[in-house]
């Protein structure tokens, strides 16, 4: 065993075991924040492991992401929403319990049964093993991954639009607004509609 | 392209000729560059504190620090080892461990981006291919570390502070990030080296900054505001929020914060040099200069100038720049919230986009030019 070899296994080891142990985290800790943050070592784990396997592009835009993008937003959301709210036990809670657990545990069968059957070995003059990245992904985005990357373009740009029009009030007419006025307990406590157009109005004027 | 020199080739050779075998010599080799930048990169700091002081001092027609050392040139380091001695603080009801775990989360990414900064050929810590890529995607970490400090520190402006922060480098990154895009679409590469082999070979009128007039505006204005340096430091700003996320920190993690800004605005420097100044690369080319008067360019005593030149140019470039930043900070007030974000989101990202798009129509029309 030489040098690279031997710090291949060390940083996959602390990698794996820093995944593991943060993923619970994410789970287990009772105050959201500390999952929150948490996530962030997954995602920074994970982006290990992709430096490990030589994908240095998506490590860094795993980093770029997950942890800059996604993270934060999670983050922003935990904080600027702050509600106080006394914990109160979900009826039939043993049942989701149990479901949710069937539900992993299948997940993890149907994972390592494909990790199992899967040949990962790769000899060094396969054709995947390329030499710079950035080049190998970006002829794949243009060619044989075309379709499922424009798709994914079109899908963030509506989630963009979307995001604008829920943003701006006033681009949502006012009947349906008015009709919307049953409150359910996941409705979200928000500032009154008259106050925003009063608002609205103010800024034309 | 000569290769220059080669340190590690030449330290590992000189070791295996002591009788250690090829792994072990490595070993010895792997942690001295990291070490050599880390130490750097904290002198580094500690010459912009004390050139900040001398600046600030002299733009207010002030005298500054004179006692410690000559002309007052161990004022930063008595700062350091004061911080060192203070007391640790943490208040009562902060949450301790993302307290202690926020600024190192703001410090340790900055020092890793450290590794893509190239002072020569050969003078750096790793050539990677996604180079300039990592330092943008390791400073967004900083974020959840400003955010962490914020939240933990159980204050108002602490939390107002860190969320400022952490919405002001959410909203510059992506102008930051697509002027840097236009560069790395004229030299075809992310690697640092790369860019400035793109530059090189016909001296000051190679360098981007003339091909990039708009961009070069933009990273600037978008480095600054990552920096929370001012006309842009409002997750800090005084007269609103005391000192924003750091309002409760004392001691080293209070030096922490610090170190990590003036590191990132080292850094950022560093970074604008190598992409827009050339890099290492001296006003008029090294290289035909040496071929006109006669000297070869494999003789050693020009490789080792034209080494210890490069280091030089690289750091006069990003402290020439250091030096604008501290100028800008006592000519320029502070932006508004709103201002700021306004400039951020309906300025410069529309017109960073603009110039990312007249970037590309060149690079077609006269590849000569742009990179091809």
Known sequence: ???????????????????????????????IVHSAFLLAGVFISISGLYILLNADFVAA????????????????????????????????RTIRKVAT??????????????????????????????????????EHFFSDYLLPFELASVLLLMAMVGAIILARRDLIPESMADENTVTTGLTLPERPRELARLGSEEQDS | MNSGIDLQGSFIQTLQDFGLP????????????????????????????????????????????????????????????KLVFKEDVIPAKADPWLFTMGPVLVVVPVFLSYLIVPFGQNLVVTDLNVGIFLWISLSSIAPIGLLMAGYASNN????????????????????????????????????????????????????????QPVGFIIFWIAALAECERLPFDLPEAEEELVAGYQTEYAGMKFALFYLGSYVNLVLSALVFAVLYLGGWEFFIPLDRLADW????????WLQVLTASLGIVMTLI???????????????????????????????????????????AALKLSFPMAFGG
């Open chain 1, 101 to 138: 657990g069937v539900v992993c545990f299948g997940l993890f069968a149907l994972l390592g049964t494909m990790v199992l059957a899967t040949p990962w070995s790769l000899s060094t003059t396969s054709p995947s093993v390329v030499d710079n990245t950035v080049i190998a992904l970006g």
């Open chain 2, 293 to 300: 008067i006669g000297v070869a360019e494999t003789t050693p």
């Open chain 1, 1 to 31: 065993m030489n040098l690279a070899e031997g710090v291949q296994i060390v940083s996959f080891g602390i990698l794996a075991v820093m995944m593991i142990g943060t993923a619970l985290g994410v789970v287990l800790l009772p105050k």
């Open chain 1, 61 to 92: 835009a795993q980093i770029l992401v997950y942890v800059g993008a996604v993270n934060v937003l999670i983050l922003f959301a935990i904080m600027l929403v702050n509600k106080q709210e006394d914990y109160v036990e979900l009826p039939g």
């Open chain 2, 22 to 81: 090829i792994g072990l010599a490595k070993a010895v080799w792997l942690p001295l560059p990291m070490l050599l930048m880390i130490v750097g990169a904290t002198v580094g700091v500690l010459v912009v504190v004390w050139l900040e002081r001398k600046i600030s001092a002299a733009a207010q027609q002030r005298i500054g620090p004179e006692y410690a050392g000559p002309l007052g040139v161990l004022q930063p380091v008595a700062d350091g080892i």
């Open chain 2, 317 to 359: 470039k990003a402290y020439f720049l250091v030096f604008i930043a501290v100028l800008l900070r006592w000519t320029v007030p502070r932006v508004r919230i709103d201002q700021l974000l306004d400039l951020g989101w309906k300025f410069l990202l529309p017109v960073s986009l603009a110039n990312l798009l007249i970037t």
């Open chain 2, 156 to 211: 108002k402006y602490s939390l107002l502070g860190g969320l400022r922060a952490a919405a002001q480098s959410i909203s510059y990154e992506i102008p930051l990030a697509l002027s840097v895009l236009a560069i790395v679409m004229m030299s075809n590469s992310l690697s640092t080296v790369d860019i400035v082999a793109q530059q090189s070979g016909y001296g000051i009128l190679g360098w981007n900054i003339w091909r």
